[in-house]
């Protein structure tokens, strides 16, 4: 299988370098073997390649691990290469790959696809029906990531060769159409797909997975139409009001189906080996170093050049449920020590967090090292103060000498599925009290917090300006997501989906507060530049100068430019608003 699928690029597709060169390659169907595709096993072979393509963590071999979300407004990295900073790179397919190896992926599903009548009658149907709903997931979850970069794309929905033109020069078709087309493909997986007790070899996709799936396309399209539409960006005629329905109902099939429920500690949830066991997480990738060769490099390189920002710290209520604006539990400055900051917030915050006697490792022995100070020299430096407690194993693995190599990255889990019901109906305006508490209160209870009382939301001065006002369950379940999926790969498609440039462009992320004098043993406040109230600039401490603020284009950033070349091969593609 591999000479057909992934190993062997013999996979054509729109974007390569002369339309000559993509016009004179062989089709598939002359290079493969009638033997294909004929069993069960065939089937799994051919799509567990597609696997690989799921988010990961870093390689032993490649170095630090920048971990999710950092280069947004609630994380900080070194390597800010992105809109949000305003490097705008007109893309070819040089300097981005993505448009032509999302492409070679759908081309390849749509071969094994169009091959599925070569099964025989005598394999079992429910293992069939189970890799070929797979294969309709990956479809969808590939045009998912062309969609959230692009916007509109051409739809292919089969297998074609070099001598189609129809195929070659398509036009990109409206995003609500390749959503729906995604949203068709993720319904067929969803017929076919066994639920996730009964699949046998975890993790693979299952029932559930893509129901939860469906709800997040949903969701993304359903707030891009609604809060884009007037705009070059928009879809005429749509307020997203339909696929925010279909968000709603699709993330409800997942919380009343019952397989899943809460994992009882919110902390131990992100730095597992392995989730078979895990109640809430019904998707992962894992990693086998010793076994397989497959390691990365998580929990080596703390804290992987990355840090959370002010604003993803100050987004935590208190343990009374109210903002720190509100609360009796808060008075001005008590969150500028680490060794305070903690006190009377929401446990979340602890368990995402590093602040001084926090346990870094723990030795065979039961030997305890401790956290004294965030670190700002090392190459793997934090940019903000604000070190990472998500994601640590801190014990320390006599098997490799170090800590494992083996944590694994969570895809799909419960939690999300709560927070895009109680997002869908708060958007639709018909949310309820009983919509709550099987939703954002499940979150809240799970992490010892008072549940949201419909009604009786009190208005934070200080809730974010997206440059338009929400209702106050909707800023609410906003901050909720914000803190519940903080640093899970989230907040960048949240922030494009929202329309919410207003809440950062033009603004400078803020880091830690320091006090005057030393903070460790290579670097000072002297050393680092300081806003007029004592808290972190990364931007200018530590970027080459950088001018210290995000600087987004929304009249472009939104989506990024087709390759170049891509539309000089086929003229029937147009290029992005703002990157004609």
Known sequence: MKKILKLVVLILTISFA???????????????EASFYTTADHLKAAVSGFYNDLPGWTALSVGINTLPDMNTDTGISTSPSNRFVGIYTVATTSNNTQWRTQFINIREINWLIDHFDQVSADEDETLVNQYSGEAYFFRAYYYFELLTAYGDLPIFDQYFDNTDEEYVFAARDPRNEVVDFMLEDLDTAISLLQSFPNIDGHPRVSKEAAQLFKARVALYEGTWEKYHSGTVYGVDGSDGSTYLQIAADAAEDVIDGGVFSLHSDYKSLFNQVGYSGNTEVMLWRDYNSIEFGQ??????????????????????????????????????????????????????????????GDIVQIDPDGTETYWEYPNFAASTATLTGYEFEKYRNVYYDETYTNFTEDTSRIIFRL??????????????????????????NELRDRAGMPGITLGAIPTDPNWPDYGYTLTNILYEVRRERTVELLAEGFRADDLYRWRAHNLFDGDQPRGAYLEDGTVNTTISASELTLDEDG??????????????????????????????????????????????
């Open 18 to 32: 002369s339309c000559e060169d993509f016009l004179d390659r062989a089709p598939l169907d002359e290079v493969s």
């Open 295 to 356: 390691a990365n490099i998580l929990q080596q390189q703390w804290p992987n050049g990355s840090g959370f920002t002010r604003f993803s710290i100050e987004s935590y209520l208190c343990t009374d449920g109210l903002p720190t604006a509100l609360s009796p539990l808060f008075t001005d400055g008590d969150d500028d020590d680490l060794t305070t900051i903690e006190d009377n917030r929401d446990p979340r915050l602890a368990a995402s967090l590093m602040v001084p």
């Open 415 to 440: 939690g999300e599925a709560l927070l895009i019901f109680a997002e869908a109906k708060a958007e639709l305006g018909t949310i309820t009290q009983a919509d709550l508490d099987k939703s954002i």
């Open 535 to 580: 808290y972190i600039l990364p931007f200018a401490s530590f970027l080459g100068g950088a001018s210290g603020a995000y600087d987004f284009d929304e009249n472009k950033a939104y989506l990024i430019s087709i390759p170049t070349d891509e539309i000089i091969l086929n003229p029937n593609l147009t290029q992005n608003p703002g990157w004609e």
